[in-house]
T-cell receptor
């Protein structure tokens, strides 16, 4: 059974298009994340949601709009794609507690290439 | 905010021991993670430290000194499959707001 799944795995599109990436976790976790990993392999947090509520938005352009229909899903919609959006996007989930300490489980990643 | 530093690349020999260091500056420290990421794959969890000291898990150990803002990951009996990037990640915040920031990663190459 896949714990955190993302679709699609690869996405090639033209500049200016709108695209979505879907993420689902079957771990029963309350918190989900989107990360962007660029060509230099730096993994940067974009958003986090806890029980469908936005917790973190790391100054991401408003062309990026996350949507969490329920706590098992966190989708990412990107409008007006730009060349600089080319990267690998990882979804992750964790079970956050007041004490902290729970690791994140990552999806397989979506490699987005904007031409 | 956070500032996390780790070496960009390291090379070590199969069967040897390697130590990957990580230094950080943060307010509201609430734990440090190490993740392993093979090329083209997702990061996977290795270890977690929130109190000072050494946590051992098989061939991998992780150490934390909160007063020094310092951690290291120790890999023993290196195997070729250990060639990967190792990401140090620091959690800050408590309760409803917790954020994990990743370092840029250390690419480890294990050679025969």
């Amino acid at each position: 059974d896949t714990a955190v799944s993302q679709t699609p795995k690869y996405l090639v599109t033209q500049m200016g298009n709108d695209k979505s990436i879907k993420c689902e976790q079957n771990l029963g976790h309350d918190t989900m994340y989107w990360y962007k990993q660029d060509s230099k392999k730096f993994l940067k947090i974009m958003f986090s949601y806890n029980n469908k509520e936005l917790i973190i938005n790391e100054t991401v352009p408003n062309r990026f709009s996350p949507k969490s229909p329920d706590k098992a899903h966190l989708n990412l919609h990107i409008n007006s794609l730009e060349l600089g959006d080319s990267a690998v996007y990882f979804c992750a989930s964790s079970q956050e507690t007041l004490a902290g300490g729970n690791e994140q489980f990552f999806g397989p990643g979506t490699r987005l290439t904007v031409l | 905010g956070q500032n996390i530093d780790q070496p960009t690349e390291m090379t070590a020999t199969e069967g040897a021991i390697v130590q990957i260091n990580c230094t950080y500056q943060t307010s509201g420290f609430n734990g440090l993670f190490w993740y392993q990421q093979h090329a083209g794959e997702a990061p996977t969890f290795l270890s977690y430290n929130v109190l000072d000291g050494l946590e051992e898990k098989g061939r991998f150990s992780s150490f934390l000194s909160r007063s020094k803002g310092y951690s290291y990951l120790l890999l023993k009996e290196l195997q070729m499959k250990d060639s990967a990037s190792y990401l140090c990640a620091v959690r800050e915040g408590f309760g409803g707001y917790q954020k994990v920031t990743f370092g840029t990663g250390t690419k480890l190459q294990v050679i025969p």
